[in-house]
């Protein structure tokens, strides 16, 4: 009997393991299927042994092949150079500190960036073990900062000229009053002289 109801405890017991680890595969494929639907790409970066897992999405946003394996140090060169030392960077301050992950860079193709952010886990001793985030394309967001940028330098060197032309014109209407004031014998003169003298300097703007 002691036998029995130990095999029915030990099937009962792999039963609930099956079932439980059945149930985490679930919410895993739940929690990707609705990053992918948002298009945010999941990744996992393994420390030891430095291989990355990269969802589908993810691929697609760096630009790699869906059945691509990788690893962390054949991933770097997707990161544009000046970019690099930066990451780098921060990826270590991670390790040390234990917070989370946030940086944004361009890819090395030049025209798309993304931002990557990601959380260190660790194994029962504290040590950091792997560490899990998303990746997003942000291209959008830095092509629509650089127009706005681009438009605030066309809009003030636009009003650097209107600023440069309307002190030359000022001047120059100053030049014709004195010199309108100096030729004219009463104020009627003047006034018939002045204005006749700005209408043309109307029509010639």
């Known amino acids: 009997e002691t036998l029995l109801a130990e095999s029915v405890a030990g099937g009962t017991l792999w039963v609930l393991v099956v079932a439980l680890m059945a149930s985490i595969d679930d919410q895993r494929g739940n929690v990707l299927s609705a990053l992918e639907a948002g298009g945010v790409g999941y990744w996992e970066l393994e420390l030891r042994s430095k291989s990355l897992h990269v969802s589908a999405r993810g691929k697609e946003i760096f630009g790699l092949k869906r059945d691509d394996g990788i690893t962390h140090d054949q991933f770097l060169p997707s990161v544009a ?48 073990r792997r560490m899990i985030g998303v990746v997003l394309d942000v291209t959008d967001r830095h092509e629509a900062f650089a127009a706005v940028t681009e438009s ?3 809009q003030r060197r636009m009003v650097n000229e209107l600023n440069h032309r309307v002190k030359n014109t000022l001047a120059t209407i100053q030049s014709i009053a004195a010199q ?13 002289s002045f204005e006749g003298r700005l209408v043309a300097l109307s029509e010639t703007h």
């Open 180 to 192: 309108t004031a100096r030729r004219a014998a009463t104020p009627e003169d003047f006034r018939r």
């Open 81 to 128: 150079t000046e970019g690099r030392a930066k990451r780098d960077q921060g990826f270590e301050s991670v390790l040390l500190t234990g917070s989370d992950y946030d940086d944004e860079y361009r890819l090395a193709d030049e025209a798309r960036w993304v931002n990557v952010r990601g959380r260190v886990l660790k194994d029962g001793r504290g040590r950091p």
């Open 152 to 154: 605030e330098r066309r």
